[in-house]
Every structure is written in C-alpha cells, then in structure tokens.
C-alpha cells in the first residue's frame, strides 16, 4: 500500500514538473513568435534597446577597469609601505636603549651616535612624505578610533578626559588611507572620589566589627 502511495506520489510530482516545462516552453515560444511578428520599427527599437544596455555594461566594466587600475597605481605598494614601518620602529628602539644603558649615557659617544640615528629617521619619514605616507598626529589630540588605538588610561588631573598624552608607537595615513592606527596613552580623570569612598566603606566595617 505504502508503495503504491509513493508511486503515485512520484507520478505526480514527475507530472507536474512536466506541466512546468512545458509551460515555459509555451511562453518562449509565444516570445519567440511575438518577437518575429514585430514590424520594422519595433524590431528597430528591440536592437536599440538591446546596443544600449551592451553599451551600458561596456561603460560599467570600463568604469570597473579604470577604478582597479587606478588603485592599483594609487596604492599598489600599500603593503610594502606597512613593512617598511618597522624601520622606524626599530629605530626608535634603538635610541631608548642607547639612552638607558648605564655605561654609555652622558658620553659623547652617545650624543654622536643619537645623532645620526636622529638624521636617519628624518630620512625615512622625508622619504615616506614624497610617497604620500604621512605619519599621524596624536599627542594632545582628543582619541579619534579611525586613527588611535588605545592601550592604557593614564590619570591626569590637567588633560581632558580622553586626550591623548603620550605616544607609544606612531601611526601613519597612506593618503587617505590608513596605513596602521597610532598606539596611544589617554587621559583620565583621578579617582579621589572613588578612593575616598572606598575607605569610607572600609572604616565603615571596621568600625561594625569592633
């Protein structure tokens, strides 16, 4: 019985999808025929419209093309400028260390060699400028996220909350874009308050206990 069910279930379901196919097949085939009876002017205007939805595409695909190529020119050493930024990071690291070894701070060896590393970065950033990497401005700026990346809150009773007050690593723009985010340190306000009712609790306590 069950079997009988699915047949008819498959006879159906084979004979519906026949209603469908020939259904459409119907309905190209009217298009078809319809298309054949247009007369002259209509059949001109059926090209016309066909030329100018092609030419259409062929204006998108150019305007695509152009678009590509041009960022391509633009920013097509985007990723090389990005790795290049370690040059200069190590070079900062390398200046903090010399300024904190015990034995050479104070020299004059120290002073010469700060300052041709001081003329080397100027170099590079000069370099990274002609090629439109630009670092970003940050310290005593108000955190701007599509810029700055904070990594530390630092209480400071004279900056604004949220102002920027030290830079850890520098960040740097590629034109209009951004090439990496600037580590930074923000301000925020001293927590007197908070601490005086902390210990106000604590005496508090203390005070039920005894």
Known sequence: ??????????????SEKDSELNKNSNENFREENKKKNLDPE?????????????LAEM??????????????FEYGGFAFARES???????????????????????DSLKKILEHLEIINKDTI???????????????????????QAMMEIENEEKEPGTIIQEIQKGFMMKDRLLRPALVAVSK???????????DEQNQEKSAKK
């Open 59 to 72: 204006e998108n695909q150019r305007r695509r093309y152009e678009k590509e190529k041009d960022d391509a």
């Open 85 to 107: 930024l370690n040059l200069i990071d190590n070079l900062e690291r390398s200046k903090q260390t010399l300024e904190n070894d015990s034995v050479l701070k104070n020299s």
């Open 126 to 148: 000069s370099i990274f400028k002609k090629n439109n990497i630009e670092p970003i401005d940050s310290v005593n700026k108000k955190l701007d996220p599509n810029f700055h």
């Open 189 to 199: 306000k001293i927590q007197k308050e908070k601490e005086k009712s902390e210990k």
């Open 1 to 14: 019985m069950e079997k009988e069910e699915n047949s008819n279930k498959n006879q159906k379901d084979s």
């Open 42 to 54: 209509e059949k001109i205007k059926d090209l016309e419209d066909k030329l100018a939805r092609a």
